[in-house]
Structures are given as structure tokens and as C-alpha cells.
């Protein structure tokens, strides 16, 4: 046999938790045709990769993403490739680019998703030629895509086509049997297209942008339970999972998305919901996910929870973070973040700085980020003196300031000039290790495509390996974690890539071992050439990865992406299959 492309002697993984071994792959037209214990005849193969000393594992998912924008005008999504994900799941947190037009996806991203509108505008206006979900899958299908594609439909795009967003986020606005019938075929129709499901929202500190519904929560908040169960008999009827997005500050409707997984005399429905977090707000939050999806798996449903495998390390311009949305005087600031010098004023106004303080101050009831300045590092500002310390000690320093009055001084001076840093959750390694193996979680939630200027997870696979490879105590084998981040993923959404076995997709990644050490951790800046060169935070530690390969074509290796990358399709537009 003449192979396209030879992997030898590399420590083989099939994604499936089986014990590895040393293997020769060859690879036949984008598949693997040979798994073997001895060499291959490399006579005629233009490709062949020594993987001596290395692992050659399947193509990692990453199941959260919001590159809905950015794979429209840079579809090789390389910032994602170079660390050896092969598959990501578009349309996460309700939000997708399927139905509405591009002031409405502006309007549903940029806020939330902190992705410039201008560029949300620029990306749908410029592609959007397709009509429904299944057209939008054969447009992306079409694109010189770098990974392959999998795709929810978002509920809040359904939403606000059927309803109009006005309509679709007022409260007094109830829609009728037509409406949601119009809401049922769209749901149909992306299923029929082979979308893995529908991402749905409850939580309230997501906001619209533009301005004739600015500020609102998304449309899918406003969904009574009568439409929830609509259009969750569409997605137990395919057997689809639904992405639910609970509100910290409702624990009700935690409880009442993980229950909506139970059968009981019907098909159980696939729910996979945000986030199984180690908060440093509320510490004992991350054993409740778990007791959760042990309670409703043992009545016979199929819940999961989405787990950043690593530290949730924030950064931030000024006050432009999206974790201000969940206290009414961080809300009211980012109302105003296009309208900065109101902003300016109104952080300046006492009678502002007593609401902050107060929100501040409340560390009762759930909530997402810990309040704590004294935890909140300054890591740029033209004032070079405050450089390296918290805001609580610049207050001290001040002659004992609020810790909220010398942040907001700050902002004040310095506005988007001003960049700082904390870490949210995730920040117990401990707890990390044991939330990792446990069966009621996914891997995954890396917000990738998004958050530009605030975060980078895009080699969460590769920090979440090397803890596993690492360990001082074993929790897990190497086995075991690649299946998590491989082929237990595509399992579960009924897709057709995370595994490398005999016939398989052969979507690889070739890793070595000795390249997992502490660069996975640095700071990083890229500018991104679609978006005018806006410079977002990325990841780079190109040791670590020998080498990718998408259905059997090399893409990117050491640091480099190949010429193809982008501008000759390798990825695919993957298609679920009914459970």
C-alpha cells in the first residue's frame, strides 16, 4: 500500500481510554488505513513524521467556543490548531449567526461575547448569503476551513428571528401557538442538518448591545417554561443535547435545566450545562456539580457539566470586563462603554461610587467573581508606580482608599490604558484533579473566539495533559485524560472524530512530552488580521506540538502553519448523528 502520509513509532492513543502502545500509522486518503507493530514501507509517501519519543494522540474538541464571527473571515482558526484541537463547536450560550441579520448578531454578540460590533457587522454582512441552518451549514461546509466544524443552534438567534428582539426580550410579551410552531420548524430544520443540538441562556448578567434594546438580557431569558419544553421535545425527539447556560444568581434554574434531562416514560434528554467552576466566591459551589448530575444520571438521564480544566485567569482594560454585568453599578458602567466620557463622568460621581462600594461590599449570595481588589493585580498603566500591585494596595498606599475608590481613580486617569489581571476560579489544583475525573463533567469551556482582550484557553488540552503527566500523586493515567478531551466528547455528541483506531478520521495531533513545561502558562498578544490587527490574547508554546494533522492533511507543526492553513479546506462540517 502507498500511504499519503506515515506517523512512525510514535506512543499511539485511540481516544477510546485503552492502554497505549508504541505504533506505525499510515494514513490513506484522509483515514487511517494501517495500525502497526512494524515499521511501514515509506516507498512513495510524500509525508513522513517520526514521532519517536512522542505521543500521537486523536484531534481534541473543544466543545465551547464562540468563533461564530471568525471563522467566517479567518476559517483556519489557528490560534485553536496549533495546540492540537482538530474539532470546535460553534453557537454556544444561545448565541448563533444562523437566522438573524447582522445589526441583530451585533447586537446578540459584541456585548456579551466582547467581540468587536464592528467586525460582528463587517463578518455577517459580507457572508450571510444562506437562508436557514441547513444553507449555513453548506456555507461553512465551503470554507477553507482549519479544523473541522460542529455547530448548536442558538436559541436566542431563533428567538429573535421568529419574534423580532424587541419583541423577543419583553417580558410582557408572551408568543403565540404560531410563533412557537415557527420556533419548533427552525429547530427542526438545524437538527435535520446535522446541528449537535440548541444552546439556550438563563443567565441574567449577559447583555445586548446597539441601542434600541441595549442592555436587555438575551432573548432566550425571557423564554416561559411552555417554550423550554417545546423545544426541548424537538431535541429529545433527535436525541441532541441542549447547552444551558443557568443564572448564579437562580439557583432554581440550575436545578430545573439539570432536571429537564430526566426521561421518565420518554427518551432522556443529553443536557450539558455551564460550569462546573471552583469558585473563590462560593467555595462550595464545585460539590454541588457533581452531586447534581449524580442525581439525575441515577434517574436515568444524561447530564453533564462543562470544566475548565485549568486556572480562570482574567484580564482587563480598564473596566471592561464582562464580570461587572452581575451588579447593577458594573452593569450601568458598561452601558455607557461606547460612550466614554459619560462613563468618565459618572465614575467620577459620589453618589455612583456609594452604589459600587455597596455591591462591592455585598459578599452575600451567589456570584461569579469574588470582589476581593486586594486580588486584582495591575499589570500595565502609564503610572509605571502602580505596576505589580493590587488596587487594594494602591488604595493603602493612597492613604487607606476604598479599594473601589482607588481602582475607579485609576480607571478614571488611565481608562483602557489601565490592564490588570485576576483569577476567578479554578484556582485549587486539588480540587481541579478531582473534579477532572469525575464522570458527571466535560472537559471543555475554553470561550474560544471570544473575550478578546480578557482571556486565552486555547491550549487547555495541553495545560490539562501536562498536569495529568506531571503529577507528583497520579489521579489520573495519560490514557484516560486524552479520552476525556478526545474521543468520550465526540461520544457524547455524536460525532464522527475523536478517536484514531482503523478507519478512523484521521484528525492527529503528534505531542512531545518533554515540550508540556511552563511556557503552556505565559502571557501572549496576536494581532488578528480580519478584525484590523486588534491584538487579543492568545497562547504560545510551540514545543509542545510536532505536528497536526486534519483528515489526514498537516496543517500546522513547531510553531509553523502550513501554507494551506486557511486557504485550502482540510476541516469539515461535521454532522451529528441521532442518538
Known amino acids: 500500500m502507498v500511504y499519503d502520509t506515515i506517523v512512525k513509532g510514535g506512543r499511539w492513543f485511540d481516544g477510546t481510554g485503552a492502554p497505549s502502545a508504541v505504533r506505525h500509522l499510515g494514513i490513506v486518503d484522509g483515514r487511517v488505513a494501517t495500525v502497526s507493530t512494524v515499521p511501514l514501507d515509506e516507498t512513495g509517501c510524500p509525508r513522513v513524521i517520526d514521532a519517536e519519543g512522542r505521543w500521537v494522540l486523536p484531534g481534541m474538541l473543544d466543545v465551547h467556543t464562540h468563533y461564530d464571527i471568525e471563522v467566517l473571515q479567518q476559517p483556519g482558526l489557528a490560534e485553536s490548531v496549533r495546540h492540537g484541537v482538530t474539532t470546535v463547536l460553534l453557537g454556544s450560550c444561545s448565541l448563533s449567526t444562523v437566522h438573524v441579520d447582522a445589526t441583530t448578531a451585533a447586537d446578540l454578540f459584541a456585548r456579551v461575547e ?116 417545546r423545544l426541548n421535545s424537538v431535541l429529545r425527539r433527535y436525541g441532541r443535547a441542549l447547552q444551558g447556560g443557568p443564572d448564579v444568581a437562580r439557583p432554581h434554574s440550575l436545578v430545573t435545566m439539570a432536571a429537564s434531562t430526566v426521561g421518565l416514560f420518554r427518551k432522556p434528554l443529553p443536557v450539558s450545562l455551564l460550569a462546573a467552576a471552583d469558585l473563590k466566591a462560593i467555595p462550595f459551589i464545585i460539590r454541588v456539580f457533581p452531586l447534581l448530575a449524580r442525581l439525575f444520571n441515577g434517574l436515568g438521564g444524561n447530564l453533564r457539566f462543562q470544566h475548565l480544566p485549568v486556572p480562570f485567569e482574567v484580564y482587563a482594560d480598564g473596566i471592561d470586563l464582562v464580570i461587572f454585568e452581575e451588579f447593577g453599578s458594573g452593569a450601568a458602567a458598561l452601558h455607557l462603554a461606547d460612550r466614554i466620557e459619560e462613563q468618565r463622568a459618572m465614575l467620577q460621581d459620589e453618589e455612583y461610587r456609594r452604589r459600587f462600594r455597596a455591591d462591592y461590599d455585598s459578599k452575600f449570595g451567589p456570584r461569579v467573581w469574588h470582589r476581593d481588589f486586594f486580588d486584582a493585580e ?164 510551540d514545543r509542545a506540538i510536532t505536528a497536526v494533522l486534519v483528515n489526514g492533511e498537516f496543517v500546522f507543526g513547531e510553531g509553523a502553519a502550513a501554507e494551506r492553513l486557511g486557504t485550502v479546506r482540510t476541516g469539515r462540517f461535521l454532522r451529528a448523528e441521532s442518538r
Open 114 to 229: 466582547a467581540i468587536p460590533r464592528k467586525h460582528v457587522v463587517d463578518g455577517v454582512e459580507k457572508h450571510q448569503v444562506w437562508r436557514d441552518a441547513g444553507e449555513y451549514a453548506a456555507y461553512l461546509d465551503a470554507l477553507p476551513l482549519g479544523p473541522n466544524i460542529a455547530a448548536f443552534i442558538g436559541h436566542s438567534d431563533i428567538r429573535a428571528d421568529v419574534l423580532g428582539l424587541d419583541r423577543a426580550t419583553d417580558r410582557s410579551f408572551r408568543p403565540g401557538a404560531a410563533e412557537l410552531g415557527e420556533m419548533e420548524r427552525k429547530l427542526t430544520a438545524a437538527l435535520e442538518a446535522g446541528f449537535v443540538g440548541m444552546s439556550s441562556q438563563q443567565l441574567e448578567f449577559d447583555k445586548l448591545d446597539g441601542d434600541t434594546c441595549r442592555s436587555r438580557t438575551l432573548p432566550s431569558t425571557y423564554a416561559r417554561s411552555r417554550e423550554r419544553h
Open 378 to 541: 495591575i499589570v500595565d498603566c502609564p503610572d509605571h508606580l502602580v505596576i505589580g500591585k493590587t488596587f487594594g494596595q494602591v488604595g493603602v498606599d493612597r492613604g487607606g482608599l476604598h479599594p473601589v475608590d482607588a481602582y475607579l481613580d485609576l480607571v478614571v486617569e488611565h481608562g483602557r490604558k489601565l490592564r490588570w489581571r485576576t483569577t476567578i476560579s479554578n484556582h485549587r489544583e486539588d480540587v481541579l484533579n478531582r473534579i477532572a475525573v469525575d464522570p458527571g463533567v466535560q472537559l471543555g469551556f475554553s470561550d474560544a473566539g471570544a473575550h478578546l482582550r480578557n482571556m486565552a484557553f486555547y491550549n487547555f488540552g495541553l495545560r490539562f495533559l501536562r498536569r495529568v503527566y506531571q503529577a507528583r500523586k497520579p489521579f489520573m493515567t495519560i490514557e484516560h485524560a486524552v479520552h476525556r478531551l478526545t474521543g468520550e466528547l465526540a461520544d457524547w455528541y455524536g460525532l464522527d472524530a475523536g478517536h484514531l483506531r482503523l478507519g478512523d478520521r484521521a484528525d492527529l495531533v503528534v505531542l512531545d512530552p518533554e515540550g508540556l513545561d511552563s511556557s503552556l502558562d505565559d502571557y501572549a498578544e496576536a494581532a488578528i488580521p480580519a478584525y484590523d490587527g486588534l491584538s487579543r490574547m492568545v497562547n504560545r508554546n
